[in-house]
């Protein structure tokens, strides 16, 4: 079992810059490739990236690369969200998520963080 709590979500104008943090319990967090999505508003929860539990491979969605990044520090049980050059469309509610490899999927969530980017 992992628990989730993400932190360090706000209000930015465009152009700015944010770091999500996902703080993870449990001794296995090295173990799970972790993810981050996000829900804006009357859309579909989406991913956005992933990264693996060696922190050596990650994964972006098209309209976050060059702008995102994503990093974990296991000693830490933490994973990051870096956004910088924020646009309004970035706008959503941003969840961590930790991909459970015994089912392959992500199993276990955060309870969210609001990114507000204003025009």
């Known amino acids: 079992q992992v628990q989730l709590v993400e932190s360090g979500g706000g209000l930015v104008q465009a152009g700015g810059s944010l770091r999500l943090s996902c703080a993870a319990s449990?001794?296995?967090?090295?173990?799970?490739?972790m993810g981050w999505f996000r829900q804006a508003p009357g859309k579909e929860r989406e991913f956005v990236t992933a990264?693996?539990?060696?922190?050596?491979?990650?994964y972006y969605v098209d309209s976050v690369k060059g702008r995102f990044t994503i990093s974990r520090d296991n000693a830490k049980n933490t994973v990051y969200l870096q956004m910088n050059s924020l646009k309004p469309e970035d706008t959503a509610v941003y969840y961590c998520?930790?991909?459970?490899?015994?089912?392959?999927?992500?199993?276990?969530w955060g309870q969210g963080t609001q990114v507000t980017v204003s025009s």
């Open positions: 998520a930790a991909h459970d490899p015994r089912s392959d999927r992500y199993d276990y």
């Open positions: 990264i693996s539990w060696s922190g050596g491979r990650t």
């Open positions: 449990g001794r296995t967090f090295s173990s799970y490739d």
